[in-house]
């Protein structure tokens, strides 16, 4: 069983920054792809950014440039760094951990991102 523990949202106006943390109970050097979803209100999870199985990243066009995805393994955590936010990026933030080679994932109890106009 992998725990998920993700911090550093809040609120912050159109324009400014957030850091996102996910802290794992596990190591995911090799054993885990990594990964950020989000929820926003009335709409279904989407995709966000995530890590490939050989260390690429790839993000959802609407972040691109703006969002940028890393990885600490000896604190066996990621982060989600958010710039120039927007309106639209409002959403609960989920960290996603997927067993490499298998469609098992576990998720963090999202954290709340609220951008004010």
């Known amino acids: 069983q992998v725990q998920l523990v993700e911090s550093g949202g809040g609120l912050v106006q159109a324009g400014g920054s957030l850091r996102l943390s996910c802290a794992a109970s596990?190591?995911?050097?090799?054993?885990?792809?990594m990964g950020w979803y989000r929820q926003a209100p009335g709409k279904q999870r989407e995709w966000v950014a995530s890590?490939?199985?050989?260390?690429?990243?790839n993000y959802i066009d609407s972040v691109k440039g703006r969002f940028t995805i890393s990885r600490d393994y000896a604190k066996n955590t990621v982060y989600l760094q958010m710039d120039s936010l927007k309106v639209e990026d409002t959403a609960v933030y989920y960290c996603?951990?997927?067993?490499?080679?298998?469609?098992?994932?576990?998720w963090g109890q999202g954290t709340q991102v609220t951008v004010s106009s």
């Open positions: 890590f490939t199985a050989v260390g690429n990243t």
């Open positions: 996603r951990a997927n067993r490499v080679g298998t469609i098992i994932n576990y």
């Open positions: 596990v190591s995911i050097r090799s054993r885990y792809v």
